[in-house]
T-cell receptor
Framework: DTGVSQDPRHKITKRGQNVTFRCDPISEHNRLYWYRQTLGQGPEFLTY????????KSRLLSDRFSAERPKGSFSTLEIQRTEQGDSAMYLC?????????????FGPGTRLTVL | TQLLEQSPQFLSIQEGENLTVYCNSSSVFSSLQWYRQEPGEGPVLLVT?????EVKKLKRLTFQFGDARKDSSLHITAAQPGDTGLYLC?????????????FGKGTKLSVKP
């Protein structure tokens, strides 16, 4: 399978713990995106990278959230001191930025539950 | 304020019926995508439209981008139970972020056999 992959698929943690999610994009894609989706809502943008550079961060991305893409390939999203409000589906997407509009392809998501 | 308004939010129809889902905005988009999402899974891309007035067909699904690039529609002909799912429209604002895909809340479609 050459699509976007995410790990883990599900994570249950206690409030106050740190969690880290991983995303592996489609191999030739140079852009990688993180979104958060809560029940009954569409995904909301968190941040995106072009190669290893983080180009944009949403105001939704509080100080407790950090994302990295150290070698321009896979990316990690870490949430420190988790809160119950962090419970959501975390989606990763990737795209190839060429001369025309690049379309984002999504992974299966990581479902986070904070108890 | 929701930048992309989808309607209806919920739709329950019988197999064989036709339906249209709408995605409206007061803002101009440089491109617009339609995705379908199953419970517990990520959105799966159906189509991308970039030109005002563009019409694309994918088997029984017809997608249209408004002339002013502010709205879009998805029409399904002779719906089947396999079409059941959450349909999401999403777009990149014209002159805005190149990465921030703005989503509607989705239309939850249920097709009964």
């Amino acid at each position: 399978d050459t699509g976007v992959s995410q790990d883990p698929r599900h994570k249950i943690t206690k409030r106050g713990q740190n969690v880290t999610f991983r995303c592996d994009p489609i191999s030739e894609h140079n852009r990688l995106y993180w979104y958060r989706q809560t029940l009954g809502q569409g995904p909301e943008f968190l941040t995106y990278f072009q190669n290893e550079a983080q180009l944009e961060k949403s105001r939704l991305l509080s100080d407790r959230f950090s994302a990295e893409r150290p070698k321009g390939s896979f990316s990690t999203l870490e949430i420190q001191r988790t809160e119950q409000g962090d419970s959501a589906m975390y989606l990763c997407a990737s795209s190839f930025r060429g001369v025309s509009t690049d379309t984002q392809y999504f992974g299966p998501g990581t479902r986070l539950t904070v108890l | 304020t929701q930048l992309l308004e989808q309607s209806p939010q919920f739709l329950s129809i019988q197999e064989g019926e036709n339906l249209t889902v709408y995605c409206n905005s007061s803002s101009v988009f440089s491109s617009l995508q339609w995705y379908r999402q199953e419970p517990g899974e990520g959105p799966v891309l159906l189509v991308t439209v970039v030109t005002g007035g563009e019409v694309k067909k994918l088997k029984r699904l017809t997608f249209q981008f408004g002339d002013a690039r502010k709205d879009s529609s998805l029409h399904i002909t002779a719906a089947q139970p396999g079409d059941t799912g959450l349909y999401l429209c999403a777009g990149l604002l014209y002159g805005g972020s190149q990465g921030n895909l703005i989503f509607g809340k989705g239309t939850k479609l249920s097709v009964k056999p």
